[in-house]
């Protein structure tokens, strides 16, 4: 029984090692210590957080996650990307006019102040007209433009619709792990109040220390899952920060 606790207080030491790198790694400490003391276990661990008190709002499309803003604006680039393609292949009317003052002489002197005159004016205007010529590959390419911008909206509703159900399903998961909450504190109550009859009893004489030892193991394991579940709820909502404003 001794070599079994040892195993089992092992696996505890592994566990806390890794949940203390993994929580360096949250706030990028390269370390795998953590020299806080985080929580007092001789208290009530986690009694000071009010789970009842934290309020989810709905979700809004007004604040994205910065994730689905990089969505958003990528499918604002390839849509004008897109409009500029199908404009290049527009039939276009231009007017152009070019006015030219020039200087003429043999010697380069009187030439180069003969250019700030108006003797020798050059003077061009013109229509210019263009248009493809194959109207099947003009069809071709605005086809392939359209197809990109509508590739573009769907990749973005697609994963404005995953953002709204990974929310749904997280707020969800908050209101489960709550009922789990408050189950684990009744249980978590109902063991401290035997333990602490069998401790009377024993003081009586009218019970065994072997009998007081399980209880206060069965009234550890209600402790951990109590905390554990409090853990659980705080995970969810770390998680639901990352909608932006949304809490």
Partial sequence: ????????????????????????????????LVREKVVDLDGDA???????????????????????????????AINAAA???????????????QFALNGKD??????LSGSMKSDHPTMVFGVKFSMPLDPHVVGEIRSGYAL??????????KKLFDLRQEYTDLRQKFFEAKKRVALAFML???QRKKLEHERTQLQKGRTTTFQVLTFEQEGA?????????????????????SFSRLI
């Fill in 46 to 76: 986690g009694e000071g957080i009010q789970i009842d008190s934290i309020v989810l709002p709905d979700f809004s499309e007004q604040d994205l996650r910065e994730d689905i803003k990089v969505i958003q604006h990528q499918r604002d």
């Fill in 83 to 97: 409009n500029i393609g199908t404009e290049k292949v527009r039939p276009s009317l231009d007017l152009f006019g």
């Fill in 106 to 111: 043999d010697e380069s002197t009187d030439a």
């Fill in 188 to 190: 978590q109550t109902a």
């Fill in 221 to 241: 394991a209600a402790r951990l899952s109590y905390i554990k579940s409090k853990a659980e709820v705080l995970k969810i909502v770390a998680q639901l920060r």
């Fill in 148 to 157: 990109d911008r509508q590739t573009a909206d769907i990749n973005y509703e």
């Fill in 1 to 32: 029984a001794v070599q079994g606790k040892k195993i089992e207080l092992q696996m505890a030491l592994d566990e806390e090692m890794v949940a203390m790198r993994q929580f360096n790694n949250f706030r990028e400490v390269s370390n795998s």
